[in-house]
């Protein structure tokens, strides 16, 4: 492969990723750590489905710092269980989403924001932490 600007090029061309796919990444690395109970999708994105409209990324954001740029913002909207401290789980969903998403992508990671607009308690969910089953599709 050769690299060029931070782009890189093979033999069959430039390669590119669509904001979903990157935020697929993010959500699954977020749904993965201790302390999070679910992504929180917004106001803005139920309305969005209640009207037929497709919404990709469902409590993630992905932005591109510019056109020909590598870099890449990520912003998480999360639902935290009760009884966790937030800025640890705020931390550890940063430091994951960042590995993750760099390791799979090759993409540079330039910021993590992490959002938390829920405590949920454990029997709210009506299950517990361990034995929730998380189902990516509801948030991609």
Same mark, same amino acid.
């Given at each position: 492969?050769?690299?060029?600007?931070?782009?890189?090029?093979?033999?069959?061309?430039?390669?590119?990723?669509?904001?979903?796919?990157?935020?697929?990444?993010?959500?699954?690395?977020?749904?993965?750590?201790?302390?999070?109970? #679910? &992504? $929180?999708?917004? /106001? *803005?994105?139920?309305?969005?489905?209640?009207?037929?409209?497709?919404? +990709?990324?469902?409590?993630?954001?992905?932005?591109?710092?510019?056109?020909?740029?590598?870099?890449?913002?990520?912003?998480?909207?999360?639902?935290?269980?009760?009884?966790?401290?937030?800025?640890?789980?705020?931390?550890?969903?940063?430091?994951?989403?960042?590995?993750?998403?760099?390791?799979?992508? #090759? &993409? $540079?990671?330039? /910021? *993590?924001?992490?959002?938390?607009?829920?405590?949920?308690?454990?029997? +709210?969910?009506?299950?517990?932490?361990?034995?929730?089953?998380?189902?990516?599709?509801?948030?991609?």
């Amino acid at each position: 492969m050769i690299e060029n600007e931070g782009r890189q090029f093979s033999i069959k061309g430039e390669r590119t990723m669509s904001q979903g796919f990157i935020a697929q990444y993010a959500a699954e690395a977020a749904l993965h750590t201790q302390g999070v109970s #679910g &992504l $929180n999708k917004g /106001a *803005v994105t139920t309305l969005k489905e209640a009207i037929g409209l497709e919404q +990709e990324g469902k409590g993630v954001r992905v932005a591109f710092r510019g056109e020909a740029s590598d870099d890449v913002m990520i912003t998480v909207y999360l639902e935290v269980f009760f009884g966790y401290v937030m800025p640890e789980v705020a931390w550890s969903v940063q430091e994951r989403v960042k590995r993750d998403v760099e390791r799979y992508t #090759g &993409l $540079n990671v330039d /910021a *993590v924001n992490v959002h938390v607009m829920r405590v949920v308690d454990s029997d +709210e969910t009506g299950a517990g932490e361990q034995t929730k089953p998380i189902n990516l599709e509801d948030y991609i």
